[in-house]
Each structure stands twice: as structure tokens, then as C-alpha cells.
């Protein structure tokens, strides 16, 4: 069993930046691949962004422009970067891990492919 713990949303204006981090239980995690996904009022889950074993990264539409993914193993953590926010980000922020063998370099971009996920974490964005 693997837990996920999302923190470091909130509200801020326009144009600012927040850190999201998500800690993972289990002596495995450098093993498993991870994603960000985030979830507006009567909108479907979408992905954000997600990194491989190895760290390699992938993101969706302008978020590569404007999220960093990134994990530290030794500290069981995925965090996400988000910079230059715009009011559509406005969402809660989901933390998933994919918990079976994978190949080093492969990331995940599709719900039903993530094993785990964290219970979420508010970002507010206003204009």
C-alpha cells in the first residue's frame, strides 16, 4: 500500500507562484513513475505533468511552459512548480503514483494508468 500526501496549495493572485510537494510512504518510491493531475468544479481529472524513475518529464498543453515536475528519492517527494498562474489553474491538485515495475524513462499521462492518489490539495487563483 503507498500513501500520498499533497501540500502547499493555497490562494494567490494572478501572475504568482506556489510549490506543490506530495510525500510518498513505502521504501520504494524511487521506483515508482509519478504524475500531477488537477481537478476544476464540473470538470473531469486532467493530467498536469509526470516523471519517470529516471527523471525524465512530460507535461500537458502550456504547463511546460509555466510547471516544473521534479522528485527527490531520498526524500520520498514529487514536487510541482507552478509559476506565472492564471485563474484557470484554479483546481485541486492531485498526486498519483504508478506502484509497478516500469521501464526507467517511462512517464504516464493517463488516469487509469496511476495505481495511487494523494487526496488533493486546493489551488485558488485569483484575477
Known amino acids: 500500500q503507498v500513501q500520498l500526501v499533497e501540500s502547499g496549495g493555497g490562494l494567490v493572485q494572478a501572475g504568482g507562484s506556489l510549490r506543490l510537494s506530495c510525500v510518498a510512504s513505502?521504501?520504494?518510491?524511487?521506483?515508482?513513475?509519478m504524475g500531477w493531475f488537477r481537478q476544476a468544479p464540473g470538470n473531469e481529472r486532467e493530467f498536469v505533468a509526470a516523471?519517470?524513475?529516471?527523471?525524465?518529464?512530460t507535461y500537458a498543453g502550456d504547463s511546460k511552459a509555466r510547471f516544473t515536475i521534479s522528485r527527490d528519492n531520498a526524500k520520498n517527494t514529487v514536487n510541482l512548480q507552478m509559476d506565472s498562474l492564471k485563474p484557470e489553474d484554479t483546481a485541486v491538485y492531485y498526486c498519483?503514483?504508478?506502484?509497478?515495475?516500469?521501464?526507467?524513462?517511462?512517464?504516464?499521462?493517463?488516469?487509469?494508468?496511476?495505481?495511487?492518489w494523494g487526496q488533493g490539495t486546493q489551488v485558488t487563483v485569483s484575477s
Open positions: 498519483a503514483a504508478v506502484a509497478r515495475p516500469s521501464g526507467d524513462n517511462f512517464y504516464y499521462t493517463r488516469r487509469y494508468e496511476y495505481d495511487y
Open positions: 513505502g521504501r520504494t518510491f524511487s521506483m515508482y513513475a
Open positions: 516523471i519517470s524513475v529516471s527523471g525524465r518529464s
